[in-house]
Structures are given as C-alpha cells and as structure tokens.
Nanobody, 116 residues
Framework: QVQPVESGGGLVQAGGSLRLSCAAS????????MGWYRQAPGKQRELVAT???????SYANSVKGRFTISRDNAKDTVYLQMNTLQPEDTARYYC??????????WGKGTLVTVSS
C-alpha cells in the first residue's frame, strides 16, 4: 500500500492562511476517495473535508467557507487550502484515503498551530 505524505503545516497567526499538501504516488487519489482529518490535543480525530474520485467535496461545518479541498492529478497531490484560521483550528492534520474494501491508509500528519 502507498502511505500518503503530508506537508505544509506550521505556525500562523489568527486570520492567516496555510495550504496543506498530501502526496501519494501511483494515481492513488484518482482511484480512491480521500479526506483530511485533524486531531487537537486531548480531542478525538475529526473529519475536516472529503474529496471523491468524481470530484465531489464535503466539509465539516466548522470549516465550511474557510477551507477548500482540491486535487492535482498530474502531481498525485491533494491540497487543503485553509483561510481565516482560528486558534481552534490548531491540530495535527492527517491525510487519508480508503480503498474499495474500506481499508484506510493514513499519513503521519502535519502540525498546524494558530496563535491568537
């Protein structure tokens, strides 16, 4: 299996923006639905956004209108554009895709810290 690799996290002030990237070779995201999750300290992992192979997207209510998920097939990369970041967006962000059997493949995550 191919493990996705996240990048792009960092420290940003409230109101700022970051773009996370998730790379996985072999046209993984062309053939599998995927999502971005996040886990804040002391909290459960939550689903942030999803992107299907057909291009349909969905978002958690907490990020609607601020985050955008997209895919670049030529680069085997999925992005999460995060705008108007707030301290409550601080978390480790994980990229995940799942196959036809429902098996999930996770990256190791990238840390996003939003200062007030």
């Amino acid at each position: 299996q191919v493990q996705p690799v996240e990048s792009g996290g960092g420290l940003v002030q409230a109101g700022g923006s970051l773009r996370l990237s998730c790379a996985a070779s072999g046209n993984i995201f062309s053939f599998n639905d995927m999502g971005w999750y996040r886990q804040a300290p002391g909290k459960q992992r939550e689903l942030v956004a999803t992107l299907t192979t057909r291009g349909s997207t969905s978002y958690a209510n907490s990020v609607k209108g601020r985050f955008t998920i997209s895919r670049d097939n030529a680069k085997d990369t999925v992005y999460l554009q995060m705008n108007t970041l707030q301290p409550e967006d601080t978390a480790r962000y994980y990229c995940c895709y799942w196959d036809a059997y429902g098996i999930h493949y996770w990256g190791k995550g990238t840390l996003v810290t939003v200062s007030s």
